[in-house]
C-alpha cells in the first residue's frame, strides 16, 4: 500500500493569507486527490490531481480559490487562496491504488488549517 | 449524483456487538468501503464490498444488498480503541469515491 506524507501537518493562518500544502506519495500512482474535512463533518472532494494536465474540480470548489499542481506522478500541491475562517479544515489527500481485487484509497495524515 | 445516510451517533458497551448502516442511492455502483477514523487521523481502510453478502475479517464484518443500496458494518467485541468515527464511501463507474456522513461510535466501559 502507498505510504503518503504531507506538509504541513498544521498551521494557523492569518485571513486573506494564502497556504500551500504538499502532498508526498512513496511510489508512482495515476490518481491523487484532494480532500476537506470540516470539523465534525466527512470528506469532501475537492478535486482529482492529473498529472500533465489541469486538475478537475468538484461542485462548489473552483480553481481560482484552490489551485493544484501535480508536477509527477509521486507529487502534488493544493493552495488554500485568499484565505477566510471558513477554510478552517483538515486537508487530505489521498491516491488510488490497486489493492487485491479492488482500487482502494489510501489518505495522507491531512493538513488541520486554523484561518484567524 | 449519489446519497449516502448514516446515523450520525451510535454508543455501545466493550464487549458487545454493534452494527452500523449505511443507505445509498447511486447508478453504475462498483463497490462499497468502510473506514476508520479516529480523532485527528487520517481514514483507514477497513473492508470492501462489490457482491452482496458478508465479508469477515476478525473482528470486523460488512455485509451489502445491492438491490437494497444497503450495507452493515458489524463490530464485535468491541473494545475503547474502537471509538471512532466510521465511514462508508460508495464508488460508481466513470466517478469517484463519495463519503457518506460519518458514524461517530463511542464506546463506553
Known amino acids: 500500500s502507498a505510504v503518503i506524507s504531507q506538509k504541513p501537518s498544521r498551521d494557523i493562518c492569518q485571513r486573506g493569507t494564502s497556504l500551500t500544502i504538499q502532498c508526498q506519495v512513496d511510489?508512482?500512482?495515476?490518481?491523487m486527490f484532494w480532500y476537506r474535512q470540516q470539523p465534525g463533518q466527512s470528506l469532501t472532494l475537492i478535486a482529482t490531481a492529473n498529472q500533465g494536465s489541469e486538475a478537475t474540480y468538484e461542485s462548489g470548489f473552483v480553481i481560482d480559490k484552490f489551485p493544484i499542481s501535480r508536477p509527477n506522478l509521486t507529487f502534488s500541491t493544493l493552495t488554500v487562496s485568499n484565505m477566510s475562517p471558513e477554510d478552517s479544515s483538515i486537508y487530505l489527500c489521498?491516491?488510488?491504488?490497486?489493492?487485491?481485487?479492488?482500487?482502494?484509497?489510501?489518505f495522507g495524515p491531512g493538513t488541520r488549517l486554523t484561518v484567524l | 449524483g449519489q446519497n449516502i445516510d448514516q446515523p450520525t451517533e451510535m454508543t455501545a458497551t466493550e464487549g458487545a456487538i454493534v452494527q452500523i448502516n449505511c443507505t445509498y442511492q447511486t447508478s453504475g455502483f462498483n463497490g462499497l468501503f468502510w473506514y476508520q477514523q479516529h480523532a485527528g487521523e487520517a481514514p483507514t481502510f477497513l473492508s470492501y464490498n462489490v457482491l452482496d453478502g458478508l465479508e469477515e475479517k476478525g473482528r470486523f464484518s460488512s455485509f451489502l444488498s445491492r438491490s437494497k443500496g444497503y450495507s452493515y458494518l458489524l463490530l464485535k467485541e468491541l473494545q475503547m480503541k474502537d471509538s471512532a468515527s466510521y465511514l462508508c464511501a460508495v464508488t460508481s463507474y466513470g466517478q469517484n469515491f463519495v463519503f457518506g456522513p460519518g458514524t461517530r461510535l463511542s464506546v463506553l466501559p
Open positions: 489521498s491516491v488510488e491504488d490497486y489493492e487485491m481485487s479492488h482500487n482502494e484509497q489510501f
Open positions: 511510489s508512482q500512482v495515476t490518481m
